[in-house]
């Protein structure tokens, strides 16, 4: 072929190439994209942002969840049981305890929810006595242990916390925490075993008041919250959205989330600006919260984030974020979404490495053939001789719609190893069974659940020695019975 000829043919393929890849469609997951010159079309320009604020608003509704659910118990605490900035109240019964995400029915639970800029330094005081417990930021990172877990080591001691930006003091007597943000929560779980005599004899020398150098101000005593309803769990709908804009405008911004903020604006969610979405912001919003908590339920009751406990086992550690919610490469997004989405608080001795104090919590949400547990099937849990706990074991069935206690006309979620009536085998096991109905002569073991409905379980070790942390003592999955 002559060159001149050559040439003209090979402009004419270049430039039918190039008139393809100018008018090009890509199929994609999220439909087809076009390019006009090279560029996105008009309509596949506004088909990618949609799609951008709709994958940010899902990962903003897992990195707000244990924020958001904070919040909604400091709303609680303020407009439902009507408590003071910092009035400690006391959650001792089931009822009480029901607003709570995945608490033990067992343990009584006393806490407050403290807005730092309100009251200023505030100071927690504690008798001695056993109790356990912790002061929480908004991101329930642990600021401080309290009680057999904390520096007091269950001997009493009074803990001055401090507002962001307050000048640093060292008053004699007292242990000194400094928040990085506006909100705490402090509370503590009354350990002994007479639970009447630890509510008689220990929650009256619990206090709480404000601090100044010259001394104590509005000193502060227990109440009990009361028998009313409530919840601490993350709404669902807008409502999701305007609890985390409101934790967005109290809270100090951390350097960790400014990326996550920087991507909120175009959700209308800014920090010192008012949440007022328009119409195409809202609809991305109502969907990213039903995507959103699909994504954390997902993380959470089929985590990827930990292996099983023991091998081939469907029970795997509850608790799977730090104390500090980091690790050296890295923040741990879905571990704390994973136990901030079904629960509520963490310590230092719910994560304990030291047999015989402290707690350790595992998870089960499926059988042992691998399938769902549901209420309209009956299981039996068969627990070994020997639980590995200095202090007591219990096992409890929550709601998986609500993470709360589920409500049966039975009013006892939960079987423990402090139950009066517990029954055991001869070999020193005990059966534990969860179903609509109690399997005939089983009734003092059994723990009702509701049709219609799914549950899981987890089963707490109070105190949890050696043979747990080596794994010699191995819990069964649930087994499904006629």
């Known amino acids: 072929m002559p060159p001149l000829r050559a040439f003209i043919v090979h402009a004419a393929f270049a430039l039918a190439a190039s008139s393809a890849i100018a008018q090009q469609s890509v199929d994609t997951r999220i439909g087809k994209l076009t390019f006009e010159s090279g560029y996105p079309s008009q309509q596949t320009v506004a088909k990618l942002y949609d799609e951008m604020d709709f994958q940010r608003a899902t990962q903003a509704y897992i990195w707000g969840i244990p924020a958001v659910g904070l919040a909604e118990w400091r709303l609680a605490h303020r407009d439902i049981f009507k408590g003071k900035n910092g009035e400690m109240l006391s959650y001792l019964d089931f009822k009480e ?142 409502a999701y959205w305007e609890s985390l804009n409101k934790v967005v405008q109290s809270e100090p911004v951390m350097e960790r989330d400014r990326l996550i903020l920087a991507q909120l604006r175009f959700l209308g969610i800014e920090k010192g600006k008012p949440f ?45 974020v730090s104390v500090d919610q980091r690790m050296p490469g890295y923040d741990q997004l879905d571990e704390r979404a994973a136990w901030f989405y079904e629960a509520v608080v963490i310590s230092k001795g719910m994560l304990t490495q030291t047999p015989g104090v402290g707690q350790r919590y595992l998870a089960s949400y499926k059988d042992h053939d691998g399938n769902w547990l549901t209420g309209a099937s009956t299981y039996r849990l068969r627990i070994p001789p020997n639980p590995p706990t200095r202090q007591f074991w219990s096992v409890t069935a929550y709601d998986e719609d609500t993470r709360q206690m589920g409500v049966t006309p039975q009013g006892r979620p939960d079987i423990s190893s402090r139950k009066e009536d517990l029954v055991r085998n001869s070999d020193g096991s005990v059966d534990v069974y969860f179903g609509q109905k109690a399997p005939a002569g089983k009734e003092a073991n059994w723990v009702q659940t509701t049709p219609g409905k799914g549950w899981f379980s987890y089963f707490r070790f109070y105190g949890p020695t050696k043979p747990f942390f080596d794994k010699t003592w191995v819990l069964p999955d649930f087994e499904k019975v006629n």
Do not use: C
């Open 276 to 320: 007022n979405p328009d119409a195409r912001q809202k609809k991305i919003l109502e969907d990213a919260v039903v995507v959103g908590e699909a994504m954390a339920k997902a993380n959470t009751s089929d985590k990827r984030v930990e292996p099983p406990f023991w091998p081939g086992s469907n029970w795997k550690h509850a608790l799977v």
């Open 97 to 238: 305890k029901l607003g709570i995400l995945t608490p033990n029915y067992t343990t009584p639970y006393i806490a407050t929810l403290v807005d730092l800029q309100e009251s200023g330094p505030i100071v927690v005081e504690l008798p001695p006595g056993l109790m356990a417990g912790m002061i929480l930021d908004a991101w329930q990172r642990v600021l401080a242990d309290l009680g057999v877990v904390g520096p007091d080591q269950g001997k009493g001691g009074k803990y001055l916390i401090l507002p962001p930006g307050h000048k640093p003091v060292k008053p004699k007597g007292y242990y000194v925490v400094q928040s990085p943000g506006r909100t705490v929560l402090a509370g503590v779980r009354l350990l002994d075993a007479d639970k009447e005599k630890a509510i008689r004899e220990l929650i009256p020398g619990i206090k709480t008041y404000k601090w100044s150098p010259n001394g104590k101000v509005d000193v502060m005593r227990v109440r009990h919250a009361g028998d009313l309803q409530w919840s601490q769990m993350p709404p669902r709908g807008m």
